[in-house]
């Protein structure tokens, strides 16, 4: 039998389960359920970056009603139906996301959450198959793990009291997301030697117990003009493209201009992504020759392709202020492979056609799409007139990011052009010329009067996990 199309452009009105097909009656759909799974499969099939390949958001997927609502019926909650409708969840779409709260979602994306402040790495402890200990990679300013003077690079081998084992990571790594919990230290010991086979790490009786906090996060976290051998250099550590931080970022790299900064480190290590607009800004203050030109380029699906978008090199900052501008032809990007992904990405993509981009550390994610919130609203994307019968709103993948020259960042990631790899007895400060990665992107600029001991330990230590934030590797339209 012949499907029956589903017309989509109807359903946008207003995303009743009822307007879709010819047959139906005006009854309400009493099932909340029903009625969100409704707003879940219309959504994903209006927009989804890889509609066409997924044979259930097919428009003539359903022959009537009856058939269509079988089908929302046979899925018992609003996640299941979503994590089914992604395309090649292990491999391509890993980062479409549902939340069934959209204003814990909104603050998410301006850059507030509950936290306490503290982001690690968890590594096999050294000749063991199956103990665990952990390391803070990173103290967010004025936080709750600031504030208790924890400080990047401690080690913690128990969490509650709990040993840390491969058995139990998982456990315990979610008590580390619960509101409160507790970090046994512990220190680690090379025994004087290079090898790690003698390491040891033992607990030390020291613990500190953190309770999270709202918290806002400004993503520059820290500038430094440095400078070596009479050259000027800028250091910014940068954790995300939050749009409503714009001028902070503005006004660092004025910090920068003021100081006649000629050399620039853009430390994108645990930056995990954001605001496609906030990228291009951030790619006019490094450069500023190329004002007007296009930086990078968004390709939706075949029903929202008038929104294909070209963003361009501006030399103006959310609509008014000026940018501050370095007018560099060469820049030094430090990544991670487990952090360092999409906006962060795209800048790396967007600047190499037009200046030299060193990259320097880890192979990246590898994440070129970006989503946009969908909420159960006329317009889809904004919250205005949103159905207030529920809470639910997706952050699915809408669109696919390309530098000028049409080149995507591989799924694979980017390859660094300098390899080298943090390591809990390498961390170094962040923004000291003698911290590994740092200093690797000092020494490749040819000082001839100076040396820098660039230290390669990160393969060493066997990494287990990192735990992020859900929303971590996103880049988003605004």
Request: aromatic content about 10%.
């Given at each position: ?126 000749g063991s ?13 004025n ?38 919990f ?25 613990s ?11 993503p ?8 070596v ?70 390709f ?40 360092t ?127 992020i ?10």
């Amino acid at each position: 039998m012949r499907k029956i199309k589903i017309l989509l452009l109807t359903c946008l009105v207003g995303f009743s389960f009822t307007s879709c097909f010819d047959d139906l009656d005006d009854n309400i759909i009493p099932a909340s359920t029903l009625e969100i799974n409704d707003f879940v499969w219309k959504g994903m099939n209006y927009v989804y970056l890889y509609k066409p390949e997924v044979i259930a958001l097919a428009d003539d997927n359903f022959a009537s009603n009856t058939e269509y609502q079988e089908y929302l019926n046979g899925f018992e909650s609003p996640e299941v139906l979503f994590e089914s409708l992604k395309y090649d969840a292990e491999n391509v779409d890993r980062f479409s996301r549902i939340t069934d709260n959209y204003y814990e979602l909104q603050n998410s994306l301006g850059g507030t959450s509950l936290s306490t402040g503290v982001e690690f790495n968890f590594y096999y402890v050294p000749g063991s198959s199956s103990e665990i200990f952990g390391a803070i990679t990173l103290v967010l300013n004025n936080s709750v793990a600031d504030n208790l003077g924890l400080e990047r690079g401690q080690i913690f081998r128990g969490v509650n009291g709990e040993p840390l084992t491969l058995g139990s990571i998982d456990d315990l790594g979610d008590a580390i997301y619960q509101d409160s919990f507790t970090l046994n230290f512990a220190d680690y010991d090379n025994n004087g030697t290079t090898e790690p086979e003698d390491d040891t790490v033992v607990l030390n009786g020291e613990s500190a117990s953190l309770s999270k906090m709202t918290y806002t996060e400004n993503p520059v976290h820290k500038t430094e003009v440095l400078n070596v051998s009479g050259t000027k250099i800028g250091y910014l550590m940068y954790n995300g493209f939050t749009f409503n931080f714009n001028d902070e970022l503005n006004n660092a790299f004025g910090e920068f201009s003021a100081a006649g900064v000629t050399e620039l480190v853009i430390d994108l290590r645990y930056n995990g992504g954001g605001s496609v607009q906030t990228a291009a800004y951030l790619g006019s203050m490094v450069t500023g020759q190329f004002t007007g030109e296009v930086y990078s380029k968004t390709f939706h699906n075949e029903n929202l392709q008038s929104l294909d978008t070209n963003y361009l090199f501006t030399n103006s900052i959310n609509g008014g202020g000026t940018i501050n501008s370095l007018n560099l032809s060469r820049v030094y990007v430090l990544t991670t492979n487990r952090r360092t992904a999409s906006a962060s990405e795209l800048v790396i993509n967007s600047l190499k056609p037009y200046i030299d981009v060193v990259v320097i550390g880890e192979n990246t994610v590898g994440k070129t799409q970006a989503s946009q919130t969908v909420y159960d609203s006329p317009s889809l994307f904004t919250d205005e007139n949103v159905n207030l019968s529920h809470k639910y709103a997706m952050q699915p993948l809408i669109a696919n990011s390309t530098n000028v020259n049409d080149q995507l960042v591989p799924g694979t990631g980017l390859i660094p052009d300098i390899e080298i790899s943090e390591s809990p007895s390498t961390f170094g400060i962040l923004g000291d010329i003698n911290e590994p990665l740092l200093a690797a992107a000092i020494a490749n600029m040819n000082f001839a009067d100076r040396s820098f001991n660039v230290v390669n330990e990160g393969d060493k230590l066997r990494d287990v996990k990192h735990y992020i934030s859900p929303l971590e590797q996103d880049m988003y339209i605004d």
